[in-house]
């Protein structure tokens, strides 16, 4: 059962809201120009990991299928970062906890699965894009 989405509260505020991308954000290219210009090219964007049963798991941001390598690169706001602890939006509180919640269990699940399928997952967080990713040459090189 979907969460019903209410209307916007301004035209300004639908206008914000539909320009939000969930690919090729600024911290995701960062992260690709990183990875290139550290000599790890080769990656697939948006790359489809299914599970050993053939049902779909997920789409993560940058994949080296080969390493099985699965890195995403997470907005502080949509996916809850732990260490902003941004508030929640002063209109529709109760959609906006919930569909936080549900974005949050949503990358829990996703997570697990990769793992339990034998994938190494690097969460990158959108606050923490120049940091993290140096952690990501340690992976890469092991």
Not at 1 to 18: D, F, R, T, Y
Not at 44 to 58: K, N, Q
Request: hydrophobic content about 35%; proline content about 6%.
């Amino acid at each position: 059962m979907g969460l019903e989405v209410p209307s916007a509260s301004s035209p300004a505020v639908h206008n914000v809201m539909i320009a939000n991308k969930s690919t090729n954000t600024k911290p995701e290219l960062l992260v690709r120009r990183f990875l290139r210009n550290s000599g790890f090219p080769g990656y697939r964007l948006h790359w489809r990991i299914d599970g050993d049963d053939g049902r779909y798991i997920c789409r993560p941001d940058i994949t080296f299928p080969g390493r099985k390598l699965a890195i995403f690169v997470h907005g502080c706001f949509w996916h809850r970062c732990p260490t902003c602890n941004l508030s929640l939006p002063k209109s529709n509180v109760d959609y906006w906890s919930q569909k936080f919640q549900k974005n949050v269990d949503r990358d829990r699940r996703k997570e697990e699965s990769l793992v339990n399928l034998g994938w190494t997952v690097h969460t990158i967080w959108e606050c923490k894009v120049e940091s993290e990713t140096s952690s990501l040459i340690e992976i890469l090189v092991s």
